[in-house]
């Protein structure tokens, strides 16, 4: 069971916005920042979203981060077919000394 | 170009070692705390072990601590795991990670993995 708390699935139809929350606790989400990773099947991580809301370069601004108290959330605007994957949220925990993620939301692109 | 490339990976019996290496390349390797992480089969992401950019400071979760040991060369670039006693929950595909400046509190880069199988 992951420290932080993700929806397993979330779908959209292309054009759609669509969110994913992550629910964490003062340890972590409610005192630490918030990154989100983007994962296809059989390849690494990226890193999509860092500090809660910053977008590394050539990510395309169409996904936005957002955190208020103990829980954070990715929207994905304009929604493509291409976004179809795994999402993983994760942060610093104070209490557990380490790097905790959320379980992963698989969005599906209907 | 950053680039982290892992080795080391392979098939190993319960309660034996391997040692994973990852050689650092494109970016200042001492300016960066480094992780481990790793994702069983199916499943997610579950962070195994940073070090701060020095080598000093090292962290675990409870699931590893004792078993496992993560270390750094920087004057050789490379960042490494020493898994003992290896659990058949240990199979997994293992990352190594560079976090978001000196503190591992944020991972900005991922390798590409290496796979570890722990089975008779």
């Known amino acids: 069971q992951s420290v932080l708390t993700q929806p397993p699935s979330a779908s959209g139809t292309p054009g759609q916005r669509v969110t994913i929350s992550c629910s964490g606790s003062?340890?972590?989400?409610?005192?630490?920042?918030v990154n989100w990773y983007q994962q296809f099947p059989g390849t690494a991580p990226k890193l999509l979203i860092y500090?809660?809301?910053q977008r590394p370069s050539g990510v395309p601004d169409r996904f936005s981060g957002s955190k208020s108290g103990t829980s954070a959330s990715l929207a994905i605007s304009g929604l493509q077919s291409e976004d179809e994957t795994d999402y993983y949220c994760?942060?610093?925990?104070?209490?557990?000394?380490?790097?905790?993620f959320g379980g992963g939301t698989k969005l599906t692109v209907l | 170009e950053v680039q982290l490339l892992e080795s080391g990976g392979g098939l190993v019996q319960p309660g034996g070692s391997l040692r994973l290496s990852c050689a650092a390349s494109?970016?200042?390797?001492?300016?960066?705390?480094m992780s481990w992480v790793r994702q069983a089969p199916g499943r997610g992401l579950e962070w195994v072990s940073g070090?701060?950019?020095?080598?000093?400071?090292?962290y675990y979760p409870d699931a590893v601590r004792g078993r496992f040991t993560i270390s750094r060369d920087n004057s050789k670039n490379t960042l490494y795991l020493q898994m003992d006693s290896l659990r058949a929950e240990d199979t997994a595909v293992y990352y190594c990670?560079?976090?978001?400046?000196?503190?591992?509190?944020?991972?900005?880069?991922w390798g590409q993995g290496t796979l570890v199988t722990v089975s008779s």
């Open positions: 070090v701060g950019g020095g080598g000093v400071s090292t």
């Open positions: 500090t809660d809301n």
């Open positions: 994760a942060t610093w925990d104070d209490s557990l000394n380490g790097l905790v």
């Open positions: 494109g970016f200042t390797f001492s300016n960066h705390a």
């Open positions: 990670a560079r976090c978001i400046g000196m503190s591992a509190t944020g991972i900005d880069f």
């Open positions: 003062s340890s972590n989400i409610g005192s630490n920042t």
